[in-house]
């Protein structure tokens, strides 16, 4: 799907975001699909149609060839249909990847922490410091905008 | 976008199941799907939402910019605040079992906290970015 238009574009994003968040839910992961589904389909959104309220919506100028995109994407998709085979099956109760810490996790979190959420118990207690560094990034992120957006004059 | 009678009765409608659910996913992430950051998205698209329909000078008056700068900073401080008070009562960097004299009870005291200060950060960076890409050079004041 080879578009010129921007609007068209970021409206396809959305469907796919809001796909991928419907396939993470019959996945069972539900935090991932929330995610996905707030920010992918939320969120970015917004702030790409904000974006193109200051630029054009059609690509002006655009002379590359189409076939260098259509052969990328064609490798793109043979590469990723060749690990699909590797994939745990769906359904599956005990996956390749359990490991020690996982278990642990698993029979803990009740116990030690009193969080029935495992997912949000390794996000901000046993995994608090990565989230910390997160939390930085997107704090680091919103004063880069709003440094690259500052009108003049103003502090 | 004040004369479409439509889309603003329908957002006053749901502005305010918007925002009670961000934050339902705030504070009942421990037991359910969800946690800071997902309720700091859906709260500030809720805000958006707010600001798309009735302008944002009217958002501004509510939230203005260097408040959510402000908020943005808070959020952080007050993750980093309980990461040392670990330390300060005896324990190592974001350790929440001194936090009370139950350790299971400390650990959820530590863990909302946390998620409070992610949630504050979150939001309000998404806020900002909105604000900063919307407002005229009036406006941003």
Known sequence: MITRNLFSAIMSTIIFSLICALIFLILDGVDVSLTEAAVGAGISTILFLSTLKHTDIKIKNCNKKMFPLISLFLLLLLSLSYVVSDLPEYGKIKISSESYTTKYYIDNSKTEMG??????????????????????????????????LRKKGNP | MKHHLIPRIVTKLIIPLILLFGLYIQFHGDFTAGGGFQAGVIFAAGFILYNIIFGIKVGQSILSINMTK????????????????????????????????????????????????????????????????????????
């Open chain 1, 115 to 148: 969080i029935t959420n495992v997912v949000t118990s390794i996000l901000a207690g046993y995994r608090g410091f990565d989230t910390l560094g997160e939390v930085v990034v997107i704090f680091i992120a919103g004063i880069s905008v709003l440094g690259i």
């Open chain 2, 70 to 141: 402000n908020l943005m900073a808070s959020g952080l401080l007050l993750y980093i605040f309980v990461g040392f008070l670990g330390i300060l009562l005896g324990g190592n960097f974001l350790d929440y079992n001194p936090l009370s004299s139950n350790s299971v009870q400390g650990q959820l005291t530590g863990v909302f906290l946390i998620e409070l200060g992610v949630g504050l950060t979150v939001s309000n960076v998404m806020i900002l970015i909105f604000y900063s890409f919307n407002c005229t050079d009036q406006e941003q004041t």
